[in-house]
């Protein structure tokens, strides 16, 4: 019986050292710390409901969409509300589930994850109008007044980014991933450096990766190591229960923020910082768990609390 | 008699190691099976599962289920 015990113990002992060896090994090289200078919305008050996407203009005005309540809503600098938009609705103006937001040139992009297409409205919030693409959409960025580009999410379309004229007109198509792969393997958030080249993050796999301007692959990394994410399937589709990474920004030197879900330390707080050479350089933690991460032009981190009521902005400190 | 309480106590750590372990365990199962009942659902829905583009759909709703609702959990 005692040995069983001893067999027992030695089981868990190597059970933990084993969950020890998941986490990050790379030594991070400076320490990263946040100030709060701006928070938006509290349980006390109906400012926000659940926000999901955020962007910020070139004059730090805030614009955030709110799930709950079917709207997009404008913030200035000091965090006053100055405008709202939306319904709950199919229409011009109108959402059933507001997700991300691209900003640019005085216009706002807003993509809705049970409205295919693209809602566009000018800096008031004034609705403008819709491009119509077949497909739904992950992730959205517009770096300029004529490129829009979107992560797509069709079946016949997976692990690519589509690059969009004003219209909606496809201009080029930029290939990622693997369609040989379960579908969620290709699932990813994405920004674009100051240099035009894509980094992107996958939600269900341990990859980071950043490819140049014409779609050419430069680097592929990963933080975890020997991770396996849980595979399930319902009927003759596989999905994964894990979520790896959840979303990915960069600063004005394109040092690369990535937001670690379920492998992380602190699931939803953890941010791992990266050179635009692809080195781990750093890893701080949140206040709370958040579902994305957004920087914006003078390099300030905004992120969630109080589950999506609360918006907060924060100055990014190294030491 | 010493021997038998020895015994005792170590099967207590063990029951105990154990009890905690589950408790660590708990919170993640109920979260993921929140966000994969809702998946189920869908793909079972038999206008979404026609279609692969009902799959897309679903996945949609789980990827931001598994992002948004997930809790301040420890692994």
Known sequence: ?319 | MNLTRSKSSTKAVSVGMLFLLMLTFIPVIAEAITCEEALWNCLNDPVNGILMGGAVYCFNGYVFCKKYIEKDTAR
């Open chain 1, 1 to 319: 019986m005692s040995k069983r015990i001893v067999i027992f113990h030695v089981l868990i002992l190597s059970f933990l050292l084993g969950a020890w060896d998941l986490f990050p090994k790379t030594e991070p090289q400076i320490k990263i710390r946040l100030s709060e200078v701006l928070s938006i919305g509290s349980l006390e008050d109906d400012t926000l409901f659940q926000w999901v996407g955020v962007v910020v203009d070139e004059e730090s005005n805030i614009y955030v969409s709110d799930t709950m309540d079917y709207t997009i809503k404008k913030f200035d600098a000091s965090g006053k509300l100055i405008a709202i938009k939306g319904r709950r609705g199919q229409g011009p103006g109108e959402f059933l589930s507001p997700r991300s937001l691209a900003q640019s040139n005085k216009r706002v992009y807003v993509i809705d994850e049970n409205i295919p297409g693209i809602q566009v409205f000018d800096d008031q919030l004034n609705f403008l109008n819709r491009l119509s693409i077949i497909q739904s959409i992950a992730d959205i960025e517009v770096v300029s007044p004529d490129r829009i580009y979107a992560a797509s999410l069709s079946y016949d379309k997976q692990g690519v980014i589509i690059c969009l004229d004003l219209k909606g007109g496809l201009i080029r198509e930029i290939e990622f991933g693997d369609r040989k792969k379960e579908m969620l393997k290709n699932f990813v958030n994405f920004e674009i450096g100051s240099d035009n080249c894509f980094y992107l993050v996958y939600n269900f796999d341990d990859k980071i990766e950043k490819f140049d301007p014409s779609g050419a692959l430069l680097w592929s990394t990963e933080l975890f190591k020997k991770i396996k994410s849980k595979k399930e399937k319902i009927r003759n589709i596989t999905y994964f229960t894990n979520i790896v990474y959840k979303d990915i920004a960069l600063d004005s030197s394109d040092r690369v923020y990535v937001l670690g879900g379920d492998f992380s330390d602190n699931k939803g707080k953890d941010v791992y910082v990266i050179d635009p050479d692809g080195s781990h350089i750093a890893t701080f933690t949140l206040p709370e768990s958040s579902h994305c991460i957004y920087i914006d032009h003078q390099d300030y981190l905004y992120c969630r609390a109080n589950e999506g009521v609360t918006l907060k902005k924060f100055k990014i400190i190294e030491e």
